[in-house]
Nanobody, 122 residues
Framework: QVQLVESGGGSVQPGGSLRLSCAAT????????MGWYRQGSGKQRELVAG???????NYADGVQGRFTVSTDNAKNTVSLQMNELTPEDTAVYYC????????????????WGQGTQVTVSS
C-alpha cells in the first residue's frame, strides 16, 4: 500500500503565505504525478496544482502566479508554496498522488492524503 502524509496548513491573514508538504511512503515503484486539490465549505473538490515526475506543472486559473508546486522525486514529496492568500483560498487541501506501486506485481492507482485545513482570515 501507499500512504500520503501531509504537513503545513493553518491560519493566516490575507496577503500572507503558507507552505504545504506531502510525502508518499510505502511500496512505491514510481510516483507519476503528485498534486493538490482543495474543497471549500459547500463546494466541490477542485484541482489546485499538480506536477509530473518530469517536472511539468499545471495550475488552476485562480492560483496561477500565486502558488508554486514543486516535487522531489528522490523523496517522493510534493510541496505547495502559497503566497498572496485570500479568504477565497480557505479550504481543506488534499494531497493526491498517481503511483506505480506493488510488491509482487505493479499497479497504478491514485492515493489521497487525509487533508489539511487552510484558513485565510483577518
Amino acid at each position: 500500500q501507499v500512504q500520503l502524509v501531509e504537513s503545513g496548513g493553518g491560519s493566516v491573514q490575507p496577503g500572507g503565505s503558507l507552505r504545504l508538504s506531502c510525502a508518499a511512503t510505502g511500496s512505491i515503484f514510481k510516483v507519476v504525478w503528485m498534486g493538490w486539490y482543495r474543497q471549500g465549505s459547500g463546494k466541490q473538490r477542485e484541482l489546485v496544482a499538480g506536477i509530473t515526475s518530469g517536472g511539468g506543472a499545471n495550475y488552476a486559473d485562480g492560483v496561477q502566479g500565486r502558488f508554486t508546486v514543486s516535487t522531489d522525486n528522490a523523496k517522493n514529496t510534493v510541496s505547495l508554496q502559497m503566497n498572496e492568500l485570500t479568504p477565497e483560498d480557505t479550504a481543506v487541501y488534499y494531497c493526491k498522488a498517481d503511483v506505480l506501486w506493488g510488491t509482487s506485481s505493479l499497479k497504478r492507482d491514485p492515493f489521497w492524503g487525509q487533508g489539511t485545513q487552510v484558513t485565510v482570515s483577518s
